[in-house]
């Protein structure tokens, strides 16, 4: 069964960090583009970033770029997300997902993790 | 980049057709082939049902088709049944290579 199991969610203060990971079982890791997806408690999804198979492409969404740090080990099977800088508003669900073989961003997501929560509280 | 709208709620009784809007601009959803459409169930995660405007992944009833015009997509769920009721979510490609989210909707089942 091809599955994802995030974690390295919890309780954090304002300006702390947080280093979320995702582990990929199943199926061939290295073939495929994987990306963050957060959704805040009661509200939709946000996509936040994406990382290429081979780490070579990477993008952000505005409202995490420059705080948050996508990565992977392809020898781990394993994804991660560093976030630095935390604010209230990152407060939510993260699903680690994987896009559709060969389509990158431009696809779909079709294996979903069942998320870590991350709460950023004084 | 700004959410793409979607209705906050739809409803319809089993068996008849429902259609969800998910408007963008020519940047994300006019400009590409590349909208998606999720399912999601209360306390669970997403499932992908439609992708690349009107594909059907693997194992999605033919009950679920989608289309698009101009800056606006559309889902269309025909012959409604009770399990179709949770929240679904479209989503494109932008020309900044990122990935817009619709706010969702909620479709009730009568």
């Known amino acids: 069964e091809e599955q994802l199991v995030e974690s390295g969610g919890g309780s954090v203060q304002p300006g702390g960090s947080l280093r979320l990971s995702c582990a990929a079982s199943g199926f061939t890791f290295n073939r495929y583009n994987m990306n963050w997806v957060r959704q805040a408690p009661g509200k939709g999804l946000e996509w936040i970033s994406y990382i290429s198979s081979s780490s070579i492409t990477i993008y952000y969404a505005d409202s995490v770029r420059g705080r948050f740090t996508i990565s992977r080990d392809n020898a781990r099977n394993t994804l991660y997300l560093q976030m630095n800088s935390l604010r209230d508003d990152d407060t939510a669900l993260y699903y680690c997902?994987?896009?559709?073989?060969?389509?990158?961003?431009?696809?779909?997501?079709?294996?979903w993790g069942q998320g870590t929560t991350v709460t950023v509280s004084s | 980049q700004s959410a793409l709208t979607q209705p906050a709620s739809v409803s319809g009784s089993p068996g008849q057709s429902i259609t969800i809007s998910c408007t963008g601009t020519?940047?994300?959803?006019?400009?590409?082939?590349?909208v998606s459409w999720y399912q999601q169930h209360p306390g669970k995660a997403p499932k992908l049902m439609i992708f690349s405007v009107n594909n059907r992944p693997s194992g999605v009833s033919n009950r679920f088709s989608g289309s698009k015009s101009g800056n606006t997509a559309s889902l269309t769920i025909s012959g409604l049944q009770a399990e179709d009721e949770a929240h679904y979510f479209c989503?494109?490609?932008?020309?900044?290579?990122?990935?817009?989210f619709g706010g969702g909707t909620k479709l009730t089942v009568l």
């Open positions: 989503s494109s490609y932008t020309s900044s290579d990122t990935l817009v």
């Open positions: 020519s940047s994300d959803v006019g400009g590409y082939n590349f």
């Open positions: 997902a994987r896009f559709l073989p060969g389509y990158g961003l431009r696809g779909g997501i079709d294996v």
